[in-house]
């Protein structure tokens, strides 16, 4: 059988966490032969720490076969430990009332201690996926903070929002979800994301054609993806946490286990394609294979994509000004 795997997931007590633990125990993320041994990392304070021990019974009572070691840390230096895969759920997200410079502040402290630390005692070949908000910025101060590993191992989540674009386009075309293709959604985690469908399918057919209304795309389409999360709060009364955990177990699963072609959304660190400015976590199309992920390149950008991937990138350009003085 199959050498367990070190997989390391921060916020281990909060909402997205409890959705995501019992999925990556139960194979779904890395393969259903692959051993797993979960080091997990809260707060340093009682209340989640508490919790999270509450998990870790939980998790015991699955009697998960792929489950053979489970550790619970305060410390990233701990949790981070030969980590092969580390999920960086937690995070401080904004509050009502929150200064912009107070949300930049406070996750760019959370984020270079974590970077330094994957950077001192991770697996040198870490694959590290960044959840917690605002997660493009927050994987990039990560990857800025951890210079002695490789940056295209740190990617940002935007699945989410390729999965809800696609979700959406199932719902108009009356299509099943799982026939849609080349779907792909740029840049940052946020409302200002483009989700673009123009180069999909559905069994073969352009899903623009099917759908053949931009008047749809720009007023309906686009805001419902982009403030979904808003929505979900909305109907709820608490954020997108099992679909923001499923939107995880996605993102790792195509990056570890490939994706046979299929074009998927993951917030990456830019090499220059298509203007974006090198270095910049942005959402691209990429296809997996073998362990590594590569960009769809050589599609045609038309005025009105270049104008929404321009809105995108300047809110980026922003964050990432905003915290250049942390790193
Ligand atoms: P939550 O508040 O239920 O849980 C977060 C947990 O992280 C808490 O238990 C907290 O104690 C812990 N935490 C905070 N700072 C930490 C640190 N430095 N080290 C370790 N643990 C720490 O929040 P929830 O719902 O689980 O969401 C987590 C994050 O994911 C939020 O930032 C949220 O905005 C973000 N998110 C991102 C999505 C995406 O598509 N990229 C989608 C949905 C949520």
Request: overall charge negative.
């Amino acid at each position: 059988s199959k050498k367990p795997v070190r997989v390391a997931v921060t916020g281990a007590a909060g909402q997205i966490g409890y959705a995501l633990l019992f999925r990556i125990a139960s194979g779904e993320m890395l393969g259903k032969d692959q051993p797993v041994i979960l080091q997990l990392l809260e707060v340093p304070v009682e209340g989640p720490q508490k919790a999270l021990k509450g998990v870790m019974m939980e998790l015991d009572d699955c009697a998960f076969p792929l489950l053979v070691e489970m550790t619970a840390h305060s410390d990233p230096m701990t949790a981070f430990k030969d980590a092969d895969y580390a999920l960086l759920v937690g995070s401080r997200p904004r509050g009502p009332g929150m200064e912009r410079a107070e949300l930049l502040a406070v996750n760019g402290a959370i984020f270079t201690a974590q970077g330094k630390a994957l950077n001192a005692v991770a697996s040198r070949d870490v694959r590290v996926l960044v959840v917690g908000n605002p997660a493009n910025t927050n994987a990039y101060i990560a990857m800025k903070s951890a210079p002695d590993l490789p940056a295209k191992n740190f990617t940002a989540m935007l699945r989410l929002d390729h999965n809800r674009a696609a979700s959406q386009i199932a719902a108009k075309t009356g299509k099943a979800v799982a026939d849609i293709e080349k779907l792909t959604v740029w840049g940052n985690h946020s409302p200002t994301m483009y989700a673009d469908y123009r180069f999909a399918t559905i069994g073969g057919e352009s899903v623009a054609q099917m759908i053949n209304d931009q008047e749809w795309n720009a007023n309906v389409f686009l805001p419902t993806v982009g403030k979904r999360g808003a929505a979900i709060i909305e109907a709820r009364g608490s954020s997108s946490a099992a679909s923001a955990a499923n939107a995880a177990i996605d993102h790792m699963r195509d990056w570890a286990l490939g994706t046979n072609g299929k074009w998927v959304t993951m917030g990456i660190p830019s090499g220059g394609e298509y203007g974006i400015p090198a270095e910049t976590m942005f959402g691209f199309p990429v296809t997996c294979e073998n362990g590594e992920y590569k960009i769809v390149e050589g599609l045609e950008i038309d005025a009105f994509s270049q104008e929404r991937i321009n809105i995108t990138l300047a809110e980026l350009e922003g964050e990432k000004a905003g915290v250049a003085h942390l790193l």
